[in-house]
């Protein structure tokens, strides 16, 4: 079957404006995350779903940052007022049911600049 | 505070040479280990993991030895081909409160193998 897929793969903004992520996980997957990947970085956590709640928005580096999953499936993530320090990938992960010991599948993330 | 500490930051084999990559951690409340593969453009992917209980596992020309005492954990593989040439990540996995699992990430290891 498909795996995760995000959209756009790439986002150019400006400095101050506001920016939607989407992310598709994979059919069925009843967990999904989503990290950030700074140039020659490892990702890093920003929030955990299940199901529609967020369950660990722990990693979400300030109020700029939102995002939800209305219908359990697709997730969107929002970043307001965006700062140059905001480019980077965001990637997105889904798991079966986010379980101990659980494969996180990753998608190809989206690749923003913030000028 | 980096908590899964991965080395070296690049590394260059030979063709059919063996590749080591190494990862230290402090958290002892980790309980899966996954490493990820990452292509130019592509988002991770799962190689090989193990679980802390579990000395060493193999798949293929891919082997994680793994040390609880000494909380370090590491990837052979074994004849290496320029198709191997990617970014590769250790990662730890922890529950983190309200059910959510998140991986922590080394800051990965460029390998190149040159024919």
């Known amino acids: 079957g498909a795996g995760v897929s995000q959209t756009p793969s790439n986002k150019v903004t400006e400095k101050g404006k506001y920016v939607e992520l989407r992310c598709d996980p994979i059919?069925?997957?009843?967990?999904l995350y989503w990290y950030r990947q700074s140039l020659g970085q490892g990702p890093e956590f920003l929030i955990y779903?299940?199901?529609?709640?967020?369950?660990?928005d722990s990693g979400l580096p300030n109020d700029r940052f939102f995002a939800v999953r209305p219908e359990g499936s697709v997730s969107t993530l929002k970043i307001q007022r965006t700062e140059r320090g905001d480019s980077a990938v965001y990637l997105c992960a889904s798991s079966l049911i986010g379980g101990q010991q659980e494969t996180q599948y990753f998608g190809p993330g989206t690749r923003l600049l913030v000028l | 505070q980096q908590q899964v500490k991965q080395s070296p930051q690049s590394l260059i084999v030979q063709k059919g040479g063996i590749s080591i990559i190494n990862c230290a951690y402090e958290n002892t409340a980790f309980d899966y280990f996954p490493w990820y593969q990452q292509f130019p453009g592509k988002g991770p992917a799962l190689l090989i993991a193990i679980r802390p209980d579990v000395s060493e596992k193999k798949e293929g020309r891919f082997t994680i030895s793994f040390n609880k005492s000494a909380k370090q954990f590491s990837l052979h593989i074994m004849d290496s081909q320029p198709g191997d040439s990617a970014t590769y990540f250790c990662?730890?996995?922890?529950?983190?409160?309200?059910?959510?699992?998140?991986?922590?990430f080394g800051k990965g290891t460029k390998l190149s193998v040159i024919p």
């Open positions: 779903f299940q199901g529609t709640g967020a369950a660990d």
């Open positions: 059919s069925g997957h009843t967990a």
């Open positions: 990662a730890a996995l922890t529950p983190s409160g309200a059910g959510s699992y998140q991986l922590t």
